[in-house]
């Protein structure tokens, strides 16, 4: 499917587009467009793949439609990661998260559909299942105009994929809570009773593979991922430390988070069928032609909504995951 296409990824020098990029590398691509604003992530990561020719940084915003333009002429596959994703900034800056999330969401969609683009595939969140807070709101109208994009006159197709916390990326709960092991003796989180999804970074970019070779244009793929309390991950973390002094501080629930996430809700479960032993698809409640065909033989799921407070890992679960990933 990748063999000589050109590939471009917006965001691409985060955590997900360093696998991302490392993966597609396999499938021996003609090239692939890194493009993001940041460019010391750039310089490193070009650095790090030992300056590979096949490799293009761009440095540019997903805001500037020009400058996005550019980047996407001749390009076959988009992988549109950019965004901006942490809870409190978006929180703050409202506006900000808008134009990123939302408009350059859609100068992503109209640029990809001037320049033929084959498919795009939409990296969302599962805060953007019934959101709460600005961030799951900007990503849930980003998957509503991806999915809508299938509806236009256009050969290109969108899909979306939604995704829980990857373990290890930057700025993860994970590498929080060793700097405060190492440094304060003391975790701070904020309620003993939240549960998160979590998932490899390997597994994440399977999901995005999955959702690339795949779809047919509209779906929202969604993979069965463990689940746990945030004081075990805290506790096991602590265990592996060896330290005995380490306390912990609830802190209180900060603005738009939530105590447990959701990768599906009770309002798109009626529309959510179960795709295979590892993922559900969702499909959009608007019509896109073929769609509902496609899927029609396919069994509607027995969930009321996909939550993280059920399915939860004990220690011993969380201990072998994050052995698994090299975190303890």
């Not at 490193?44 to 500037?64: A, C, S, T, V």
């Not at 047919?216 to 793929?221: A, H, L, M, T, V």
């Not at 909504?305 to 059920?310: A, E, K």
């Amino acid at each position: 499917m990748f063999y000589n296409q050109t590939i471009l990824v917006t965001g691409g020098t985060g955590s997900w587009g360093y696998e991302l990029v490392r993966q597609l590398l396999t499938y021996q691509p003609k090239e692939i467009r890194i493009f993001s604003r940041n460019e010391s992530n750039q310089f490193i990561m070009k650095q790090e793949f030992d300056n590979n020719p096949k490799l293009h940084f761009i440095i540019g915003d997903i805001k500037e439609s020009d400058a996005l333009q550019e980047a996407c002429t001749g390009v076959d596959y988009v992988f549109h990661l950019a965004a901006l994703k942490h809870v409190p900034v978006c929180e703050d800056q409202p506006l900000e998260a808008l134009k990123s999330n939302v408009t350059g969401t859609q100068n992503v969609i109209n640029t990809a559909i001037h320049c033929g683009v084959k498919r795009v595939v939409y990296i969302s969140t599962d805060k953007a299942s019934s959101p709460s807070n600005f961030y799951g709101l900007t990503k849930n109208m980003g998957e509503r105009l991806i999915i809508h994009a299938n509806t236009l006159n256009t050969k290109t197709k969108f899909v979306c994929i939604r995704g829980g916390n990857v373990l290890g990326t930057n700025g993860s709960v994970i590498h929080v809570f060793k700097k405060q092991i190492r440094e304060k003796g003391k975790i701070g989180i904020t309620d003993l009773n939240m549960t998160r999804f979590f998932l490899t970074l390997e597994d994440a970019i399977k999901m995005v593979f999955k959702a690339a070779f795949e779809s047919i244009g509209g779906e929202i793929f969604v993979m069965k991922m463990p689940t746990c309390k945030i004081i075990d991950l805290a506790e096991v973390l602590i265990e592996a430390s060896g330290r005995t002094d380490v306390t912990v501080e609830e802190l209180g629930i900060r603005p738009g988070e939530k105590i447990h996430e959701l990768l599906f809700s009770e309002y798109e479960s009626p529309t959510t069928i179960s795709y295979d032993d590892e993922y559900y698809v969702i499909l959009p409640s608007i019509h896109i032609p073929g769609l509902k065909e496609h899927y029609a033989d396919y069994k509607l799921v027995n969930l009321v909504s996909y939550n993280s407070s059920q399915g939860l890992m004990n220690k011993q679960q969380i201990k072998e995951m994050l052995e698994k990933g090299g975190f303890i």
